[in-house]
């Protein structure tokens, strides 16, 4: 009877002890694992906007090259910079909110970020605070105002060389993630990389393989029609502008990648 509460007490002081030291070397390596990711995703937006740099190059020279070259913004900060351009005029709450609407003219959601800019805008509040108050209101338009990040590839006298954003979603086996490029025109597709995939090596896995990946350059992220999104099938003979040809036998995984990349092409082209 002895022998066996001793063995059990071993047994759960010894699973106690390898439990802490599992949990502290997890956080111990945590910052370690974060700065390799974004060093690794930092590589894949440069590769996609074709930013030159050295594949070599440590976590800290990527994050340099980053903060030179690339500005990351949100979407909902471009409109929150109409709004600041605007309430630095001159005006009543709806002549502004008219040029405001002007600013905004062809835009889907349009009429509910005028509605938030009136409303702020009309608040006795100190300039900061409407700027501020402008921004956290657009987050009441929840899912329907589809804010993305963009990283916004400049030169040194910050022209717009390439606009790229994440892309995501499940794929046959696992998850899928990626950087899109676009030209300056936000239409045109400037590059594609992959940097997290588990779908089957030789097949869906090719993904990744520069002959899939080049497939994109130059292709457009809305039809003949202007209607946004992309498809990819394999043997294409006459491909329309839109069209990507896809990997033979992974056409579950070309699918899953198609409908993940037009998520955000929605987003990018409202």
């Known amino acids: 009877m002895k022998g066996n509460t001793y063995t059990i007490c071993y047994a759960a002081i010894l699973g106690t002890v390898c439990a802490l030291l599992l949990t502290g070397v997890a956080v111990f390596t945590k910052s370690f694992q974060e700065i390799n990711e974004a060093a690794e995703k930092n590589r894949n937006i440069f590769t996609a906007v074709s930013l030159d740099y050295n594949p070599d190059a440590s976590s800290e020279e990527l994050m340099d090259i980053f903060k030179k070259n690339i500005e990351e913004k949100s979407s909902a900060d471009k409109v929150v910079d109409i709004f600041k351009e605007k309430i630095s005029g001159k005006g009543t709450p709806d ?5 405001f609407a002007e600013e905004l003219e062809g835009k889907k959601f349009a009429d509910g970020i005028v509605a938030i800019f009136k409303e702020t805008y009309s608040a006795d509040l100190a300039k900061k605070e409407l700027i501020e108050t402008f921004k956290q209101n657009l987050t009441s338009l929840d899912d329907e105002y589809p804010e993305l990040t963009l990283y916004r590839y400049h030169d040194a006298d910050d022209k717009t060389l390439a606009v790229a954003l994440d892309f995501g979603g499940p794929g046959l ?31 869906g896995g090719e993904i990744v393989k520069d002959k899939f990946r080049n497939g994109f350059l130059g292709k457009k992220i809305v039809d003949a029609d202007g209607k946004a999104g992309i498809s990819i099938k394999t043997n294409i003979s006459n491909p329309a502008d839109n069209e990507i040809d896809g990997v033979t036998r992974a056409t579950m995984t070309c699918d899953k990648v198609a409908d993940m990349l037009n998520v955000v092409i929605e987003k990018i082209v409202k």
């Open 95 to 99: 002549e502004l909110a008219v040029s």
């Open 173 to 203: 086996w696992g998850p899928i993630k990626g950087i899109l490029a676009l030209e300056p025109d936000l239409r045109t597709i400037k590059g594609i990389t992959f940097y997290e995939q588990e779908e089957t090596p030789g097949i």
